[in-house]
């Protein structure tokens, strides 16, 4: 148990997808002006990565390594989050519309989220089983939501604030997230 | 007729289809290309490592996981063993010599990808040395007889963790 | 003649990927730490752009509109898989260094984007000189945060072995900040608020 929550915290906090691992960058600079918005994209990015790694980790274990076709993965990877995203959206578009408008283009962009294909590869690379695999693409997306959340609370209030021409909109918000990921280097060593 | 009707229809599934399988193949042929050399580089790595810590090595043989050294007179150089654990950054992978089943040679980092600057101390002579000469049974976390690196402590006890589990993994076989 | 070289050239500046587009940013500061991985990411994304632009635009005749997106992600996520192989055979420590940034070039959105946006929508010639020049924009824009990271974080530049030069008091106490992720948003914040100072780049 205390492995699993190791595993949790190390990826939600230690090993931070956004602040750490430089990934899920795209939509935590694009996304994140709105609180409302940066919520509902982390919960669905969560549910991709659980997906995701759901869908992957038997394909790894029973079909590429058997075939010693472990090469392959970086395309078979890609073409499951694909797939999974595109049922994800059909399945939006027709249970509640108002959701799927209020996504729009980004829904379809959590394929390319480096974040969600990241996971995959951190639990082939560290060799997961698949409860493990399961409990770090919940870690993973916990923190990305996490530090999703946190950003769009912050530029909510940059937004109404005095900035020089040329820092508005993204260098202020890199400055931001340079400060953010100080904080976040404090959780190292806390496994 | 019929068949180019129903190429027609399906057009978008067979073109999806012929392209995966053209990429498939294309990657089989490079993996059967690469495969040799990938794996000539990984043994001559390995070899490189080894013939570093035991210059008198003639070959070796291994039981498992443990590595022993045989010099040019058939007589028993040393033992060698690889360990890893997770680091800052990257999973660090140690080989560690033994003179006797009980005292270590040498150590060296064979993989990681720590922290340019800071995590990447963990290769200096001043950490990796300390463990020379050393009583295998004293190399653990806290341990009297081991200094760890300031500003690089998650690095340097991976590397502590990976000798002593290993330790423990193979010894503990031994025994038993 | 003149379209080519309009073409390519607007990847340098006026489009440069990283720091006006904003695409790719995920993999490109992860490797911004030294200078051997800015340059060998950037030469893994030319050769990954440039086959998937070709390949793309000679093939559009041909794509069905459904199924575009997910053919040209089997396409990059090929040429990925082959540079991941071939730099794992012949230049595995800088395999090792890249790590997971290597298979996740195949969601760069830079090269998804330039295949959706420009490869299956021109001809051949004209998308290599889109490949090329959006290339050379994202190798010059990661080589210059890493050259800035890299010296001042550890107080040298080193290409491949080779220390190129040092620094006299970063030598000594160098600003490892920039070592960490942190000190990579600070780089590239800081370098786009300059960029867009001296007008180089538009503002938002």
């Known amino acids: 148990m205390t492995d699993l929550l190791a595993i949790f915290i190390g990826m939600a906090l230690i090993n931070n997808f956004v602040l750490v691992k430089f990934l899920g960058l795209c939509p935590f600079f694009g996304v994140s002006k709105k609180l409302t918005n940066a919520f509902s994209m982390s919960m669905a990015v969560t549910f991709v990565m659980l997906m995701a790694s759901a869908v992957t980790w038997p394909i790894t274990h029973y079909i590429l390594i058997p075939l010693d076709a472990e090469y392959l993965r970086t395309v078979v990877y890609i073409l499951v989050i694909a797939t999974l995203v595109q049922i994800i959206e059909l399945f939006i578009m027709r249970t509640n519309y108002s959701l799927y408008s ?72 890199f400055l931001v997230a340079a400060l953010m990921g100080l904080a976040f280097s404090g959780f190292a060593g806390m496994v | 007729m019929v068949l180019l009707k129903l190429i027609k229809r399906f057009y978008a599934i067979i073109f999806l289809t012929l392209v995966v399988a053209i990429s498939a193949t294309l990657l089989g042929l490079t993996h059967s290309l690469t495969a040799d050399q990938i794996l000539r580089q990984e043994h001559a790595r390995f070899m490189a490592y080894l013939e570093r810590m035991f210059p008198d090595m003639d070959y070796f043989e291994h039981e498992e996981e443990l590595y022993v050294i045989y010099n040019v007179d058939d007589e028993i150089e040393g033992y060698a063993f690889i360990g890893s654990a997770p680091g800052y950054s990257s999973t660090i992978r140690v080989m560690v010599g033994l003179e006797d089943k009980a005292t270590v040679k040498q150590v060296m980092i064979i993989a990681h990808t720590e922290t340019p600057g800071i995590g990447d101390r963990i290769e200096d002579e001043d950490f990796t040395g300390q463990f020379a000469g050393l009583p295998v049974d004293r190399i653990y976390l806290n341990s009297d007889d081991v200094d760890s690196i300031t500003g690089a402590t998650q690095s340097a006890n991976a590397v502590i963790r990976a000798i002593s589990e290993a330790v423990e993994e193979i010894f503990k076989e031994q025994s038993d | 003649m003149i379209k080519w070289i309009k073409e390519f050239s607007k990847g340098l500046v006026v489009s440069n990927p990283i720091f006006v587009l904003a695409l790719g940013l995920c993999p490109a500061l992860a490797v911004t730490n030294t200078l051997d991985n800015a340059i060998g990411m950037s030469g893994a994304v030319m050769f990954v ?84 020049g959006m290339s050379l924009g994202f190798m010059a824009a990661i080589v210059l945060i890493a050259v800035i990271r890299e010296t001042l974080g550890t107080g040298a530049l080193t290409f491949f072995g080779i220390t190129l030069f040092t620094l006299p008091v970063l030598d000594e106490q160098p600003v490892s900040l920039f070592l960490l992720p942190a000190g990579a948003f600070l780089a590239i914040g800081l370098l786009l608020a300059v960029f867009r100072k001296w007008g180089l780049i538009k503002n938002d």
């Open chain 1, 102 to 173: 209020a996504f729009g283009i980004y829904l379809a962009l959590i394929t390319t989220n480096c974040a969600v294909m990241g996971v995959t590869l951190v639990n082939t690379d560290e060799g997961f089983t698949f409860v493990e695999s399961m409990v770090s693409a919940l870690g993973a997306g916990a923190g990305f939501g996490l530090v999703l959340v946190l950003m769009s609370g912050i530029r909510e209030r940059l937004e109404i604030s005095q900035l020089p021409d040329s820092m508005k909109g993204l260098p202020v918000a």
């Open chain 3, 49 to 132: 752009l440039l086959c998937s632009n070709m390949l793309v635009a000679v093939i559009r005749p041909w794509v069905s509109g459904i199924v575009r997106i997910p053919t040209f992600i089997v396409i990059i996520a090929t040429f990925v898989t082959i540079v991941s192989l071939v730099f794992q055979a012949y230049i595995p420590a800088l395999y090792e260094s890249l790590g997971i940034y290597l298979p996740l070039i195949v969601v760069n959105c830079m090269i998804l984007g330039r295949a959706e946006a420009f490869a299956s929508r021109n001809k051949l010639s004209l998308s290599i000189a889109d490949a090329l």
